[in-house]
């Protein structure tokens, strides 16, 4: 959301009016974005994404390199004749781009929008909406400067952001301190009740099934950073996440050290990302989903212990 509509809200500035399409709703927390409103949802909206697809010019494809990121959405996007401009930091581009700005040593997309701006030398076009996007998806994508992914640059851009007039303590506020009490339930139930500490792996697995989700009232965004609270857990390497979710089980896998998330998730759960932070999916059933990470895990025993 925030290299979207930093990047919208740039292209504005030059009197483009790009649409911003997501696949699916965004976590309300991030809601006070400037035309965040604006976006469409690609669920629930599908005809309206499909023209708007077919009949632009270029589409501009953010945070994702390869086109089943995106879902359903995917498809058309591939099948659209618009010129497609990948900017991303995900590992193993899939190459559906006609242009891409791809560097998978950046902290962030957000960190390559601004790059991105720079390089055109139009950075006297940014203002404050444009650097508070940009600053939050630096912030999210990095932990708040603690990951690997952030290096000096990061900051440096972050510090030029901040010079653009943010309020970084109230976006700090709206993202991380504004949580509802059902959520802060929720949290507390999933660490309470649901986390499993598998220390002959060092892992800590947190599962939530649907009869949960439904019964926190569990939306997008509630579940985001819960899996990084197995990771928070001293000689724990690996942290994984497995929801029920409508359609299939989502996972979200999180390490430290040298073990690689993403190898995991690509090799076992058809998902990737990036080296300490990945994702995968599966279309098992949720408890079988369970069963066969437990099984899989046993083959990474040596490495998770060395
Ligand atoms: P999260 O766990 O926060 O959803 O995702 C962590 C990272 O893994 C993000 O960079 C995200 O883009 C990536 N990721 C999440 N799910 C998937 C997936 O199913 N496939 C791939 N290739 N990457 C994913």
């Given at each position: 959301m925030g290299s979207s509509l930093g990047l919208k809200l740039f292209l504005n500035t030059l009197g483009f009016h790009p649409t911003v399409i997501t696949p699916t709703d965004f976590a309300g927390f991030l809601n006070w974005m400037k035309d965040s409103e604006k976006t469409v949802v690609f669920e629930g909206n599908e005809a309206r994404c499909k023209t708007l697809t077919a009949e632009a010019d270029f589409i501009f494809c953010l945070d994702f390199n390869h086109l089943s990121r995106i879902n359903e959405y995917g498809e058309f996007v591939g099948n659209s004749k618009a010129k497609k401009i990948m900017i991303d930091h995900h590992q193993f581009p899939q190459g559906f781009e006609d242009l891409s700005y791809w560097d998978d040593t950046a902290s962030s997309t957000c960190e390559l929008v601004y790059r991105f701006i720079a390089e055109l030398g139009l950075q006297a076009n940014v203002d404050k909406d444009i650097a508070s996007c940009l600053y939050t998806g630096i912030v999210t994508d990095t932990g708040s400067f603690r990951?690997?992914?952030?290096?000096s640059r990061t900051h440096i851009i972050a510090a030029e952001l901040m010079d653009f007039g943010i309020d970084h303590v109230a976006i700090h506020d709206q993202v991380f301190d504004s949580y509802t009490e059902k959520r802060v339930r929720f949290i507390g139930y999933a660490i309470s009740q649901k986390l499993e500490v598998l220390k002959e792996y060092k892992t800590a697995l947190i599962t939530i099934n649907r009869q949960e989700l439904k019964e926190y009232d569990v939306i997008t965004g509630d579940t985001e950073g819960l899996v990084n609270y197995g990771l928070s857990i001293e000689g724990i390497k690996f942290a994984v996440l497995i929801i029920d979710r409508s359609k299939i089980v989502k996972m979200s896998f999180r390490s430290k050290g040298k073990f690689a998330a993403n190898n995991f998730a690509l090799q076992h759960f058809n998902g990737g990302g990036h080296f300490h932070a990945a994702g995968g999916s599966s279309l098992v059933p949720f408890e079988e989903t369970i069963a066969q990470f437990k099984e899989v895990l046993k083959q990474y025993k040596e490495e998770l212990n060395a």
């Open positions: 990951y690997s992914n952030c290096s």
